[in-house]
Nanobody, 127 residues
Framework: QVQLVESGGGLVQAGGSLRLSCAVS????????MAWFRQAPGKEREFVAA????????QYADSVKGRFTISRDNAKNTVFLQMNSLKPEDTAVYYC????????????????????WGQGTQVTVSS
């Protein structure tokens, strides 16, 4: 069973930074495409960023391009989301997700492609 545990959320002022981490159990983490999604109150869950097996390929939502960076450490079974220049509209619960059925260079923003999800971590950006 694959388990994902997010950490690093919190309250930050607009313009500030946070770094989210997602620790993943499982022996084949290095073969999972990983992603971050977020869900704001009253809104649907939306794609934020994804990263391929080796990190060679990444994909970002237009709303976070140039501000957020996704990365991974396969030796530590961990994926990260560095969030800079945060805005109040970034306020949401952030979820880590794993796709264990992908190919090595694939990244996808499709919610249904991800089989495993964490519990989420709250990020609140004050104006």
């Amino acid at each position: 069973q694959v388990q994902l545990v997010e950490s690093g959320g919190g309250l930050v002022q607009a313009g500030g930074s946070l770094r989210l981490s997602c620790a993943v159990s499982g022996r084949t983490f290095s073969r999972y495409t990983m992603a971050w999604f977020r869900q704001a109150p009253g809104k649907e869950r939306e794609f934020v960023a994804a990263i391929s097996w080796t990190g060679a390929r990444t994909q970002y939502a237009d709303s976070v391009k140039g501000r957020f960076t996704i990365s991974r450490d396969n030796a530590k079974n961990t994926v990260f989301l560095q969030m800079n220049s945060l805005k109040p509209e970034d306020t949401a619960v952030y979820y880590c997700a794993a796709d264990p059925n992908s190919f090595s260079s694939v990244v996808t923003n499709e919610y249904n492609e991800y089989d495993y999800w964490g519990q989420g971590t709250q990020v609140t950006v004050s104006s």
